[in-house]
Each structure stands twice: as structure tokens, then as C-alpha cells.
């Protein structure tokens, strides 16, 4: 079974989501059947690259709220990380670009490092006090190595504006076409959505019931042919 979430590194309900639904996935009885595959959302796609504000700024500009309705926001999103065992800085974080950050996990995608680089990412916007919009792609550099990438293979994609944009935007239209204009967004098998971080238990129920329902095989029966299978190769007799 496979499924396919869609977030944004900027996302701090994603950043919640993740663990909730790991939490769900590890207790899961099949959850070696199950594929995990991470794919591309912007909060913010318009925004350019190098235009970086602070968390708060953003919100009280975007969202229309005070500076305590957004201090307030923060520091419930903070309680509810802290709940699933996630470290979340409730002030002094910025906002900006993350597109190259999604091409940087189409990399690390094909190189079986996606789930890594999209944790290291987290907790660097999240968690740290250094910024993961405001240092730069050196930065990224640095941080697409301590998930497992090549330096120079990450640093040659940063230098390529091109490297990973379609597979970036062939996400978020796909994303369009499923119905998704928020993220967290879980998708199961293409049968069954799941919006938000919800709580471990519905990723448990939505779970079992993506596994439960899955067809059967359907043969198509069309007599005895020739095949190969462990034991060797039938050899139709002579005629």
C-alpha cells in the first residue's frame, strides 16, 4: 500500500502531522506493506527566492491578526509539537521560499534519502535557532549532508534552477486535481484522503481501512499458457 503525503517545510501542522501519522504507522500491523512517498506543496509560491520575513510579521500581514493573536497561535502550535515529542521554537523563526528545499527532496528521493532530508529540514526550521531561509544555499548544503546526500550532487542542483522544477510542479498540480488546498494532505492508495494533523487514531482507522479494502488481483483466464516460476520454465511438447 502506498502512501502519499503532501506538505511544505513551512508548514508547522505538517511538521505535526508527521509524527502523528508515524505514531499511527508504527503500531500498524503491516506497516512494512506500507510506502511512504513525500510530495511537493508551497504555502507560499509566490513569495522570491531571498524575501524572508519573520513567522510572526507573516501572520499578522497575511492573516490580518494582532501581535498577540500570532504570539498566541505560536505558542499553542508549540504545545501541540511538544505533545508528540517535537522540539518547536515559538519565537524568532523567519518565513520564506521553499522551492529549492522541494527540489532538494526530489533529490533525495532518488537516492532513498527523502524521508531524512524532509526530518532534517523540520527540525532546522523548526527546532533551530539558525535559519534554514536566510543563510543561504550553503546552508541547504549543509543540511542535505546530514540526511545522507552528496554535497556537491545537492550543491549542483541549488545551482540549477531547473534540476527537480518539474517534478516539484507536477506535485502541486497533482495536488490540485486530488481536491488538496492545504496541507497536511495524506492520500492512501489513491482511494482515501486524509486532511490535517489529525490525531493518531484516525491515521490508525484510515489505515486499516485502506488495507482492508484493497482489491484482490482479477485474472484474466485464457488457458493454459507457458510461464517460468521457481521450480523452472514450462517447454510446450511437440506438436
Known sequence: MRV??????????CYVGKARFEKALAAFPHR??????????????GRAKG????????????YGMSEAQAEAGEDNLGAQA???GLDYRTRGRDHGNT???????????????????LQVLYRANFAEER?????????????????????AEARAVLADPWAYADAVREDEREAAELGANGVPFFVLDRKYGVS???????????????????????????????????DGCAVPPKG
Not at 99 to 117: C, E, S, V, Y
Open 32 to 45: 512494512e506493506d506500507v510506502e511512504v512517498v513525500h510530495r511537493s506543496f508551497e504555502l507560499d509560491p
Open 82 to 84: 511538544a505533545a508528540e
Open 196 to 230: 490535517g494533523a489529525q490525531p493518531a487514531e484516525v491515521f490508525t482507522q484510515a489505515l486499516s481501512q485502506a488495507w482492508g479494502e484493497r482489491a484482490p488481483l482479477k485474472l484474466v483466464d485464457q488457458g493454459d499458457a507457458a510461464a517460468c516460476g521457481p
Open 4 to 13: 502519499e503525503i503532501w506538505s511544505d517545510i513551512a508548514c508547522p501542522w
Open 99 to 117: 522551492f529549492d528545499m522541494h527540489r532538494l527532496l526530489h533529490l533525495a528521493k532518488d537516492r532513498g534519502r527523502q524521508d531524512a532530508l
Open 51 to 62: 524575501d524572508v520575513e519573520s513567522v510572526l510579521t507573516m501572520l499578522t500581514r497575511k
Open 131 to 151: 535559519s534554514v531561509f536566510a543563510e543561504g544555499d550553503e546552508r541547504l548544503v549543509e543540511l542535505a549532508t546530514e540526511a545522507g546526500l552528496d554535497a
